[in-house]
Every structure is written in structure tokens, then in C-alpha cells.
């Protein structure tokens, strides 16, 4: 029999490699009321509770609602596609395995996260996002349930199978009330259950995050690359500089591995943080741009 339990997975940013003409990214609207908006002049009616896909080249590209206005992104060659959120809306990614048995589970690992939805905190493997384009990182789309036990043909030599799906806030919730058995269980918390925040449209940072004057002395490099990648809009010129790149961030990981040692734990929190962030910007599939 397989079972099926939760984890988080860490997906790793891929910089090189082919890519495909065009991305098949999927417009979503998660609301009650239909939706138009406009992709380079292209009327996109997209129904309530209901999603759509398009297919963009790499470059630019400008996309017009009546909530976000006039926004300008730049889709980069080497990505993967995505979701589209015109309304800003919350969605969460979550991460299942499937196992033929319970002992397994030591051969992927539990990791757990905690993010919060109206109010109500919600442990495991989930991570939420408002972003206007959202990298994919899912095997089942918003529109997409996860496949019951019965239907997962096979698991390989480790016994398992993980699986990602990207829910609304509102299916989410229903998802773990399911799961757990606790139906009701968010409006006991939330009488007047899931009310969505408003967000507003972030661009693209203009630079990389601040650096410990020891790490800085070696990042200029990246950070003069970043700031060409942000106005690249061919996809030769965005691949050779997704190489540039790969090489720039090996050369400052060898100048600096042996530099945190010495130095604050804040330094090295810094430290991180720039190279996860460079690392998500630059792999990408779109950004706003700043």
C-alpha cells in the first residue's frame, strides 16, 4: 500500500541549459467575478474561479489591469513558466510524498515551515507567495487536485514519490480541514473565515542586498551583472549572462568561504540572504521590472 504524508522540499535555482521558445505560464483568478486584462495589447478574458494559459517569448513585455495599471517584465530564457496572479492573491505550495511504508520516510527527510493565512498559523511543509509571477515549482496546478494514493503507478528504489501542487488561500484551508479530518476547524478560529489581504505590485529590487564590508570587497562582479540582467531583453543576451553569472558566483564563493569565521552572525545571515536572493532573482522565469 502507499501512504502519503507531507514534506517541504527545497528546489534548487538551475542558471544554465536550454531554452524553449517560448513559456507556458497559467493566468489565474481566484475571485468570484470575471476578469479581462491585456498582455501586449491581447484581450484575456478569464472566468471567476478559473485559469487560462499563454505562452510569452523571452523579453519584454507589458501586461494592463484596472487594479495593477500599466506593468512592464521581462520573461527570461532558461525559465520554467508559472502562474500569472493578477490580483495579488495569496497562494500556498505544498509538498507531498508518497511512500510504500512508513520506514521510507527517513529516505526524504520532514522538514516543516510555519506560514500564516488570515490570522491562523498553519505548520508543514507549505510556503505562501503573493507575486505577480510565480516561478513554477509544482507538479499539480491550482486547478489540479493531488492524485489519491491509489493513483500513483510508481515510486522508485527509495520507496517514494513527492508531489507539489500550488493551492488558493481558500483551497488550502479546505485541503488541511480535509487532511486532518477537522472540517470547520479555520472558522472556529476565524468566525468570519478567510478574508484576502491586499497587496500591492513589487518590481523587481534595483540591487542586491547590503553585504559586510568583508564579503562586499568580492561582490561586485554579481552585482554589476544583476543590474545588466534586469534590462536584458534578448534570450542570447540573457543566457550569456546567466553563464556570466555562474561563474562570477563560483569565483565570489572562493573568495569568501573562508571569510564567515571571523565574523558576526548577522554578517553571516547577510551573507546568505544575498546568495539565496541573487540566486531567485537570476533564475527567474519573469520580473517586474523595478
Known amino acids: 500500500m502507499i501512504k502519503r504524508f507531507a514534506v517541504l522540499l527545497s528546489a534548487a535555482v538551475a542558471i544554465t541549459g536550454c531554452s524553449s521558445p517560448a513559456q507556458t505560464f497559467e493566468i489565474d483568478n481566484p475571485g468570484a ?106 507538479s499539480f496546478g491550482v486547478r489540479e487536485p493531488f492524485p489519491e494514493v491509489q493513483t500513483v503507478a510508481h515510486v522508485d528504489a527509495s520507496g517514494g514519490r513527492i508531489n507539489a501542487k500550488i493551492f488558493t488561500a481558500p483551497d488550502f484551508i479546505a485541503y488541511v480541514e480535509a487532511g486532518t479530518g477537522q472540517p470547520g476547524a479555520y472558522a472556529r478560529q476565524q468566525p468570519q473565515g478567510y478574508v484576502a489581504p491586499a497587496y500591492t505590485l513589487e518590481a523587481a529590487p534595483t540591487a542586491l542586498p ?60 547577510g551573507y546568505n540572504t544575498f546568495v539565496k536572493t541573487r540566486s531567485t532573482l537570476m533564475g527567474s522565469a519573469a520580473l517586474v521590472v523595478p
Not at 48 to 55: L, N, Q
Open 210 to 269: 547590503p553585504l559586510d564590508p568583508a564579503f562586499e570587497v568580492h561582490a561586485g562582479p554579481l552585482r554589476e551583472l544583476y543590474t545588466r540582467y534586469l534590462h536584458a531583453t534578448s534570450a542570447d543576451a540573457q543566457l550569456q549572462l546567466q553563464q556570466e553569472a555562474f561563474q562570477a558566483q563560483m569565483a565570489f564563493t572562493a573568495a569568501t568561504a573562508r571569510l564567515g569565521s571571523g565574523l558576526p552572525k548577522e554578517a553571516n545571515e
Open 33 to 138: 467575478t470575471p476578469l479581462t486584462l491585456r498582455i501586449d495589447g491581447n484581450e484575456l478574458p478569464i472566468a471567476a474561479h478559473a485559469s487560462r494559459p499563454v505562452k510569452l517569448k523571452p523579453g519584454e513585455h507589458h501586461l494592463q489591469t484596472d487594479q495593477l495599471g500599466d506593468v512592464r517584465f521581462i520573461v527570461y530564457a532558461s525559465g520554467k513558466g508559472g502562474l500569472i496572479n493578477p490580483t495579488l492573491a495569496e497562494y500556498v505550495i505544498a509538498n507531498e510524498i508518497y511512500v510504500t511504508g512508513e520506514d521510507k520516510l527517513q529516505h526524504f527527510g520532514s522538514l516543516k515551515n510555519q506560514i500564516e493565512l488570515g490570522g491562523v498559523t498553519f505548520e508543514g511543509p507549505y510556503q505562501t507567495t503573493h507575486d505577480l509571477f510565480i516561478d513554477q515549482a509544482w
